[in-house]
């Protein structure tokens, strides 16, 4: 599966943004997709994971009760819905899909998007 992540920006302390990343192939369905971030200098790490179906989601403490993830199956394609963002939140947001269940580890998935770059300003 190919993934593209868009939708970031530039936006201010406390505003929203909403990621997608676009799946092709016809087996998005059978993928756990998550997202992980990137801030300057820092390692990857966990944001969100959702289930194939879309029923469990998990968070990261850090963007706990702030970000939502979502999917469309049909359209083949997941969501971050980021809100009250805080310039901690600054970095390259990628997509992943594993056949695996979520996991909070990026050694766990199989295919990346390239990523979009979201700035937060204080």
């Known amino acids: 599966v190919q993934l593209q992540a868009y939708g970031g920006g530039l936006v201010r302390a406390g505003d929203s943004l909403r990621l997608s990343c676009a799946a092709s192939g016809r087996t998005f369905r059978s993928y756990s997709m998550g997202w992980f971030r990137q801030a300057p200098g820092k390692e990857r790490e966990f944001v969100a994971a959702i289930t194939r179906s879309g029923i469990s989601t998990y968070y990261a403490d850090s963007v706990k009760g702030r970000f939502t993830v979502s999917r469309d199956n049909a359209k083949n394609a997941v969501y971050l819905q980021m809100n009250s963002l805080k310039p901690e939140d600054t970095a390259v947001y990628y997509c992943?899909?594993?056949?695996?269940?979520?996991?909070?580890?990026?050694?766990?998935?199989?295919?990346w998007g390239q990523g979009t770059e979201v700035t937060v300003s204080s």
């Open positions: 992943a899909a594993s056949p695996r269940v979520p996991a909070p580890k990026a050694e766990e998935y199989d295919y």
